[in-house]
């Protein structure tokens, strides 16, 4: 046998357990969530095995239709707000002394440790009627009445934000950090204003960053559903919180049709940002 | 670089020695595997039982009956020994042969129930469930906030309570008392009924601003909601917390349910779970455990041991003649779903 | 120019306090003196749920230990796993010269698990497991977990052999070197930091992980997350709090150590390159 044969033997027994475990646990489980949803509910195990399409039928009702389109326009939103506070931030943060720069990353890193249904309970404190934040705001005379805050969308939204924001700043920063600045300098000798600098070349180079970061945004937000029993007042408001409502009346074919069209989301999301040439890489994030 | 690897090698049979050391430690043979919703049995109570038997309770937390249903269904009751939860969900267990008849000469203490909690529509014979606690669902208004007086369910719909009401999220308790606000029973079965409760229901989404219990226990804590369609247990603390709170007991009539518990044919730990039960019977633990709950004590035995506290909170102690006309939620087989499917519905909205 | 930096660091310093405040919170409340079984106000101070951290029922102690024992066992395999299998993708790739299609397309697959929303996976790994039959919770905890922290793992070791310098592989190959050698005293010993970061990345996703684990957990108290959740919804104990304080302590502190070390090291080897 040649060594060359020997090696990819070698290889390919390296990466044995990667394919095998792949496919069974992510592959295989995706199909059968898949194929569930063409099923119809039945007594055993939940679903009655006959081939239907009524579950897709049934997501054109206006109840679901509603829940998803609120869903999206949430996430939209999320990722909106979280380019416009995440990025500056990972270029601030980017541009700043390593030492200084090492505190920040710290500062960061931290939360991310702790978990993140005890920061949401924290958010819930913050923002009750009589809680610290309109307590403060009528201390200052800012408001007279305490203002509705909590199970609000609007709290939903913020708890979005809150979580998600590190998965923007992260990307966004590590790519400033690779950008070669004395091409900005250059353009700033050459006269661009700063702000024109800013977009013409800082943005443009580290578009990949960015996008990553809209990418690991985004597809979580929308299935984020104790988000929405936390601070939301338990509406149904994300389609995650659909799907679960779903499981727990004992609709898996509907909640596995939900998943296939989250699935198909993603994947045109994912397939959207490798079109304008991000890579996988990158939504590793760090 | 050898240094670098000699390190990983290191950590990683830690972790490893670490990992295996945790395995083994849960000793089987003296356990008791309970399911219910957190905290609803004063851990207190469960720590002196431990010191008393040796036997170790684990404790499943559930957020929901649907979630505790939907588990034990799967399982077929495995892993678990007692089940803790409300009425009409004991009697679609027991319907489906989930679980078995305790055995009463094991369970003293049973005698010192309350009869008038006993032979109810799950367990009719008294063979297989052992009441907790019972409570109402109350409408409890905040007084300072309110800008309507709320005598009824019907007044729940007033345009003036837009998005000012807290509720608890059971669509077969929501659904019941919409269609006692109509004048009908809280377990009606005929679709053309149930068709107009949706109509009626539909409507009063607008005035809701939380589902959930403790999500609305806490929106009328902070003065977020002025009024609330809560089990007795929250409007307990409310009346604790807030002079504003107060309780109404609607003019239709109360719904009531009865807490309690239930034992798997499956379990593994059958002595165990009997002695559990005849513990939580005793008449000082079960006057204990009433009022840390804040919930009607079942227990006639408990009673010299309730405190003044107690008999003065108007969402336990409820006058007889406040009770007339109360309902109870029972398991009404295939017509369940249409319940869920009216309460899907009104959520989604 | 001083200006802009007192713009920045103030900006830096605002978004840093909004994700600090709901832990501040948390921290403060961690000495709340109220005994309520849903302490929502702040009464006064306290040490008791400190004191009370591991003791009797309510305790966090078991679902501590499960969730420790989940994220390493999930953890250790990853490890393995992805390691392996981001040295065999990239290794191939470099002795064919090209990546193979089915390398590209597991790939692919692979890391699905942190690009699809969690609640999806978690319904997977729900009616995958039932129609198995796999039943224990800890196996079934660790299976899951374990899908979810592959990726992380992999792509941390495959960037890294990416940018190694493949001129080494080829001198020791050219040197007689077997593979199995290269993979043990080459590429193993400079992939470890990437190893590590990507196991510290993945325990902290299994230690944090809710969604999934709500899904495929039966019976029993649960994780810490788990545990959390249903307190959160049904009255809160504030040990919670006190735990995620000591929690969040050991984790500063542990930043903070291999800050230090890195800049030590850092240091030493700018002296070292100066001398």
């Known amino acids: ?286 | 670089m050898k240094k670098n690897i000699l390190s990983l090698v290191a950590l990683l049979m830690a972790m490893l020695i670490v990992a295996l050391s945790t395995l083994g430690l849960a000793d089987e043979a003296k356990t008791l595997n309970i399911i219910s919703w957190e905290g609803y049995v004063d851990e207190d109570t469960i720590n002196a039982f431990e010191q008393e038997t040796g036997i170790d309770v684990i404790w499943s937390p559930m957020s929901s009956i649907d979630e505790m249903l939907l588990k034990v269904q799967q399982s077929g009751g495995e892993g678990y020994d007692l089940i803790l939860s409300s009425d009409y969900s004991l009697d679609i267990l027991r319907q489906e042969g989930l679980l078995q008849k305790l055995d009463m000469s094991k369970l003293p203490n049973y005698a010192n129930l309350n009869p008038i909690y006993l032979g109810q529509f799950y367990d009719p014979a008294n063979e297989y469930v052992v009441p907790y606690v019972s409570g109402c669902v109350l409408i409890v208004v905040n007084k300072a906030l309110c800008p309507i007086e709320v005598t009824s369910y019907a007044d729940l719909w007033s345009e003036e309570l837009r998005g000012s009401v807290a509720t608890l999220d059971l669509s077969r308790v929501i659904i019941g008392l919409t269609l006692k606000s109509m004048g009908y029973g809280m377990n009606e079965t005929d679709p053309a009924i149930l068709a107009e409760a949706k109509d009626k229901l539909m409507q009063l989404y607008p005035n809701i601003l939380t589902f959930g219990d403790n999500e609305s226990y806490t929106a009328l804590s902070g003065g977020e909601a002025s009024v609330g369609l809560i089990y007795a247990s929250f409007a307990s603390l409310l009346l604790q917390e807030n002079p504003d709170i107060q309780v109404v007991y609607p003019s239709e009539g109360l719904g009531f349910g009865v807490d309690g518990f239930v034992l798997t044919s499956a379990s593994q730990n059958v002595d165990n779970a009997h002695l559990f039960l005849d513990y939580l019977m005793r008449p000082e633990v079960a006057a204990h455990n009433a009022e840390y709950q804040g919930y009607t004590n079942v227990n006639k035995a408990a009673e010299e041991f309730l405190s003044d506290y107690y008999w003065a909170n108007p969402a336990v102690n409820i006058p007889a003649e406040s009770m007339e006309g109360s309902e109870i939620v029972q398991n009404i087989g295939e017509a369940e779903t249409l319940y869920t499917d009216i309460y899907t519905a009104f959520k989604l909205q | ?275």
Not at chain 1, 206 to 227: D, K
Request: glycine share 8%.
């Open chain 3, 1 to 275: 120019m001083k200006k802009k930096r007192i713009g920045s660091t103030l900006f830096l310093t605002l978004v840093l306090l909004f994700l600090y405040l709901p832990i501040v919170v948390v921290i403060v409340y961690s000495f709340n003196d109220n005994p309520a079984r849903i302490p929502l106000q702040f009464t006064g101070w306290t040490t008791r749920w400190y004191e009370e951290l591991f003791a009797g029922k309510g305790g966090y102690g078991s679902a501590l230990v499960l969730s420790l024992q989940v994220a390493l066992w999930s953890v250790l395999s990853s490890v393995v796993i992805g390691t392996l299998g981001a040295v065999g993708m990239v290794q191939a790739t470099l002795r064919s010269g090209k990546g193979s299609r089915g390398d590209n397309l597991m790939e692919s697959i692979a890391i699905l698990p942190i690009m699809i929303p969690e609640i999806i996976l978690g319904l997977a790994f729900m009616v995958i497991f039932d129609a198995l039959g796999i039943k224990g919770n800890t196996i079934r905890l660790v299976l899951a977990h374990t899908t979810f922290c592959i990726p992380y793992v992999f792509l941390s070791v495959k960037s890294r052999m990416v940018s190694m310098d493949t001129a080494l592989f080829d001198a020791a190959r050219d040197l007689g070197a077997t593979q199995r050698r290269i993979l043990r005293d080459i590429t193993l010993p400079l992939c470890a930091p990437a190893i590590l970061s990507g196991a510290f990345l993945a325990f902290a996703m299994s230690m944090d992980d809710f969604v999934i684990s709500f899904f495929v957990y039966g019976v029993g108290e649960g994780t810490l997350p788990l545990k959390i959740y249903s307190s959160v919804k049904t009255g809160v104990s504030l040990r919670v709090n006190a735990l995620c304080t000591l929690m969040i302590l050991a984790v500063f502190l542990l930043v903070a150590m291999n800050q230090y070390l890195q800049a030590v090291r850092a240091k030493k080897e700018r002296m070292l390159q100066k001398a």
């Open chain 1, 1 to 286: 046998m040649t060594t060359d044969k020997k090696d990819s033997r070698f290889f390919r027994f390296l990466k044995l357990p990667m394919y095998l475990w792949t496919l069974v646990f992510v592959f295989v489980s995706l199909t059968y969530v898949i194929g569930l949803s063409f099923m119809g509910r039945g007594e055993l195990i939940g679903v009655d095995g006959l081939f239907t399409l009524a579950n897709y039928a049934r997501l054109r009702e206006p109840q679901y239709l509603k829940v998803l389109l609120n869903s999206l326009k949430l996430a939209a939103l999320t990722t909106v707000l979280c380019l416009s506070i995440g990025y500056p931030f990972g270029y601030l943060m980017a541009r700043l002394k390593p030492g200084a720069r090492t505190v920040v990353l710290m500062l960061l890193i931290v939360p991310f440790w702790t978990n993140s249904l005890i920061r949401i309970f924290g958010w819930r404190i913050l923002l009750m009627g009589n809680g610290p934040l309109n307590t403060f705001l009528q201390n200052l005379g800012l408001i007279e009445k305490p203002l509705k805050l909590l199970n609000t969308e609007g709290a939903v939204f913020l708890g979005m934000v809150y979580a998600l924001l590190p998965l923007m700043i992260m990307p966004s920063s590590n790519a400033v950090e690779k950008l070669d600045y004395s091409v900005v300098e250059a353009a700033r000798d050459l006269g661009a204003g700063p702000l024109k600098a800013f977009f013409t070349i800082t943005v443009p180079l580290t578009l990949p960053g960015l996008m990553a970061g809209c990418v690991l945004v985004f597809i979580p937000s929308m299935g984020l559903f104790f988000l929405n029993d936390m601070l939301g007042g338990g509406k149904t408001l994300l389609t995650g919180n659909l799907i679960q409502n779903l499981i727990n009346s004992r609709d898996l074919p509907m909640a596995s049709a939900l998943s296939a069209l989250m699935l198909l989301v993603t994947g045109a999301v994912i397939a959207l940002y490798r079109k304008v040439g991000g890579s996988s890489g990158q939504l590793s994030m760090f």
